[in-house]
């Protein structure tokens, strides 16, 4: 993880640099495979950490916000051909990069900060053919948000009454529209710019650790240590060294 911050995104070049630097603290350290194996074996201390450097107890606000972004295995063509981690991903479509993949979907709902980055209190990991409604359905007791603000895929919940805060997003069109009239785009760019910050949030996560980029994982255990080692980092950085975005 400490190479994962110093902007070592690669394993290999995690591996080559701590070989070169970090070797009096690592006096031990194996070929490049056997410390591939050993990470692997570690792939679920890293679920943990990242609940460690996540925050706990009540929101900090009343309001939350919601959305989701890929880890790509294989994209376009090859998607079709690629075995990796297949109790883990599936082939599924990002509409905001037109890009069909196979991978999974990072899914988090946390407070939202105006002025600074949103604060995560729920992450998730699903296939990338998963829907994020339902994700957060299944969730949604738990939330203590009174508001919560997401994009069109969250749609339909914001006419639900069973949850236990009202989700707004922005106004879709109907078929055969053409344009939103006057009142549904100033409320969709209302919606638009509380949420935006969740989507600053992942651009910043993909800028500090390349989670997006995962075409060189090979098996399932391998994709939790790519996942969750790169997001407990992240957490680590936002959570513990506020100051740090």
Same mark, same amino acid.
């Given at each position: 993880m400490c190479g994962i911050l110093d902007g070592k995104c690669q394993i290999k070049t995690l591996y080559e640099h701590a070989r070169r630097y970090?070797?009096?603290w690592f006096p031990h350290l194996p070929s490049y495979g056997g410390f591939v194996q050993r990470l692997n074996r570690l792939a679920d201390? @890293?679920? =943990?950490? %990242?609940?460690?450097?996540?925050?706990?107890? =009540?929101?900090?606000?009343?309001?939350?916000?919601?959305?989701? @972004?890929?880890?790509? %295995? =294989?994209?376009?063509?090859?998607? !079709?051909?690629?075995?990796? =981690?297949?109790?883990l991903a599936a082939s599924g479509y990002?509409?905001?990069?037109? $890009? !069909? !993949?196979?991978?999974?979907?990072?899914?988090?709902?946390?407070?939202?900060?105006?002025?600074? %980055?949103?604060?995560?209190? !729920?992450?998730a990991l699903t296939a990338a053919n998963l829907n994020d409604g339902p994700v957060l359905e299944q969730i949604a007791p738990s939330l203590g948000y009174r508001n919560l603000f997401a994009d069109k895929a969250y749609e339909y919940l914001s006419r639900q009454t069973s949850l236990p805060f009202t989700v707004f997003t922005?106004?879709?069109?109907?078929?055969?529209? /053409?344009?939103?009239d006057a009142a549904d785009r100033l409320y969709s760019t209302a919606v638009s710019r509380v949420r935006?910050?969740?989507?600053?949030? @992942?651009?910043?996560?993909? /800028?500090?650790?390349g989670i997006e980029a995962a075409s060189k994982v090979r098996s399932s255990r391998g994709?939790?240590?790519?996942? @969750?080692?790169? $997001?407990?980092?992240?957490?680590f950085l936002l959570n513990q060294w506020p100051d740090s975005p």
């Amino acid at each position: 993880m400490c190479g994962i911050l110093d902007g070592k995104c690669q394993i290999k070049t995690l591996y080559e640099h701590a070989r070169r630097y970090w070797r009096d603290w690592f006096p031990h350290l194996p070929s490049y495979g056997g410390f591939v194996q050993r990470l692997n074996r570690l792939a679920d201390v @890293f679920p =943990a950490l %990242l609940e460690r450097w996540s925050p706990a107890g =009540a929101p900090a606000t009343p309001i939350g916000v919601a959305d989701s @972004f890929k880890v790509v %295995l =294989a994209q376009q063509a090859r998607r !079709y051909t690629a075995k990796v =981690a297949k109790d883990l991903a599936a082939s599924g479509y990002c509409p905001t990069k037109k $890009l !069909y !993949y196979h991978g999974v979907k990072i899914h988090v709902i946390g407070d939202e900060r105006p002025g600074t %980055l949103p604060r995560p209190r !729920y992450i998730a990991l699903t296939a990338a053919n998963l829907n994020d409604g339902p994700v957060l359905e299944q969730i949604a007791p738990s939330l203590g948000y009174r508001n919560l603000f997401a994009d069109k895929a969250y749609e339909y919940l914001s006419r639900q009454t069973s949850l236990p805060f009202t989700v707004f997003t922005p106004v879709r069109k109907t078929p055969g529209q /053409a344009h939103l009239d006057a009142a549904d785009r100033l409320y969709s760019t209302a919606v638009s710019r509380v949420r935006q910050p969740i989507e600053a949030l @992942f651009n910043w996560i993909q /800028a500090k650790t390349g989670i997006e980029a995962a075409s060189k994982v090979r098996s399932s255990r391998g994709l939790l240590v790519h996942v @969750f080692g790169r $997001l407990a980092a992240a957490m680590f950085l936002l959570n513990q060294w506020p100051d740090s975005p």
